[in-house]
Structures are given as C-alpha cells and as structure tokens.
C-alpha cells in the first residue's frame, strides 16, 4: 500500500508509504473511521472477537522484526521466487529525517548487512539528505518497508510457530498467483509442504472492464467509478442505513457464495456484488 511517487535527478524512483505520507496516527484513524463500526457488528453477529492490525503496527512488533532478522541469511535461497524479472527482493526502509520518509522504490542503492544474530543494518541513499543507516533489531528500528512477495513471506513464516493454532491466510482471488511464489519461497528457505499455513482465496470484485475493484485508485481519481458501482461499496459510512444492517446483508451474500464452490471460485461485477446485496436473488449465480 503505497501513496505518493517522486524522482530524483539522476533518475531513482521514490515513495512513501500510507504510514510516512500520512502519519501512523491519521492512517489508524482512517482505518477506524472505514472499517471498526463493520467489524464490530460482524463480530457480534457471528460471536467471533477480532483485532484490527495494520501494516504499519504489525512490522514494529518484536515477532514480526525476529521473523525477519531469521530469514535473512536464506533469503537469498527465495530470491528468484521473491523476485521472479530481477533476483532482488526490494526492502525499503525510509529517511529518518523530520518530516522527510521517502525511500527508494526499486531500493537500487539501499543495502543489508547482519550485524549480529538479531541485529542489521540498511544503509540508503535519500533523495533530499543523502545518504543514511538504521539499525534494525527485534524490539527497536526502522520502518520495514518490503516488497509484496517479500512481506507475504515473512507474514506467513511468523505464523509458523507450531502452537497448536491453526492459522488462515484470507486473500482475494488475485492473489492465486502470487501465492504459488509464496509456496516456493518458504520451501526454498527450509519450511516442508505440511508447514505451509491453509489459504482462503475470495471471490475478486471487478469493473466492468474485468479489473479488480480498486478502492484506493478510485479514490484518489487515478480511476473512475465503474458502472453500478455504489458509494458505500467504497466507504461504509454511505450506507443508506444502520451498520448493523449493511453486516446482514453481508453474512447473507457470504451464505449465498459459499452454497457452493461454484459461487465461491468466481469473480463478480461490482454491479453484480450490488444486486446481491440489495436485492439478494442470484442473477447471474448458476443455480443447481
Ligand atoms: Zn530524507
């Protein structure tokens, strides 16, 4: 999830993630704002707690920075998996510098050394401050910026502790692909077939061009509105009626999906999610 791109004169491509353009505290108000008032009703509907965790949180916890610090001596072992058109998987890590946090997207001059079994240091050229280090060990650091592939992988392996808890990755179907680099990536640094974590790939929403329904493009005008698509599809607050409702409708569709793989393994319209959800017989749903 990235917001804003720059380049510099010689050429190097930069960004800054939601966390540094916004603010980790405006980026958590946003996600609560969008999202908490939803889950909280689905999660009193069907009696299941839920933690919201974004990125930005999940990477400054001491499980997730160990995960890491352990994989990096094998990442090299992934590297073609991670990195399929150039054997580099990007690690991003922005400027320190007050109100600066631009890092280098193809990460061309950015660097890792393992200091100590715990311990690494990144060293990266900024476009406005030159060049800089930052240290990087389980409980203290800089913001760990990696590449899709990349942080899929170290998601996953933190989840490969064997406690006895079953853990479910939950992606959207665009993700079929990426994962099988995934699979491969964790097999190439050590893990077994039986210690590869159960995914769950959802139905995709897409325009009717065929590409998937991006909220963030969309919002930021890179994108138009696709035909039949509401605004509260976009952002939960629209809703026309209670939150409690819009969960229902939800719970209701997600019945109707999983009646049968057929529903489940399938992309839909956003015009089609639409008709589901306001008026829920199954258009273009094959019936038996
Ligand atoms: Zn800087």
Redesign the pocket.
């Known amino acids: 999830m990235t917001s804003t791109f720059t380049t510099d004169p010689s050429g190097h491509r930069y960004q800054r993630a939601y966390a540094q353009a916004l603010g980790e505290q405006a980026l958590h108000d946003l996600v609560t704002a969008l999202y908490q008032p939803l889950f909280t009703a689905l999660s009193r509907r069907l009696g299941i707690p839920h933690r919201i965790e974004t990125y930005a949180q999940q990477q400054a916890g001491e499980h997730y920075r160990r995960t890491w610090l352990r994989l990096l001596p094998r990442v090299d072992a992934a590297r073609w998996w991670l990195a399929p058109s150039t054997g580099t998987p990007h690690l991003r890590v922005p ?3 007050p109100d ?3 890092a280098e997207k193809h990460a061309e001059r950015t660097r890792v050394h393992l200091t100590a079994p715990e311990s690494a240091v990144v060293s990266a050229v ?4 030159g060049p ?1 280090e930052a240290t990087i060990t389980p409980t203290v650091g800089a913001y760990l910026d990696l590449a899709t592939l990349y942080r899929n992988l170290v998601k996953e392996l933190a989840l490969t502790s064997p406690q006895g808890t079953l853990h479910v990755m939950v992606k959207g179907g665009d993700w079929v692909f990426g994962s099988h680099l995934v699979d491969e990536a964790l097999q190439a640094v050590g893990l077994a077939r039986a210690q590869l974590p159960a995914r769950l790939f959802c139905p995709q929403v897409v325009t009717d061009t065929g590409a998937k329904l991006s909220k963030s493009l969309i919002r930021e005008g890179r994108a138009p509105l696709p035909e039949g698509t509401a605004p509260w599809m976009l952002d939960t607050r629209q809703w026309p009626g209670t939150v409690t409702e819009y969960a229902d409708r939800l719970l209701a569709m997600t019945e109707t999906l999983l009646s049968d793989p057929r529903h489940f393994f399938r992309s839909y319209s956003a015009a089609e999610i639409g008709r589901l959800i306001i008026a829920p017989s199954p258009r273009s749903v094959p019936s038996r």
């Open positions: 400027c320190p510098h600066c946090g631009w900024c476009l406005h401050h800089y």
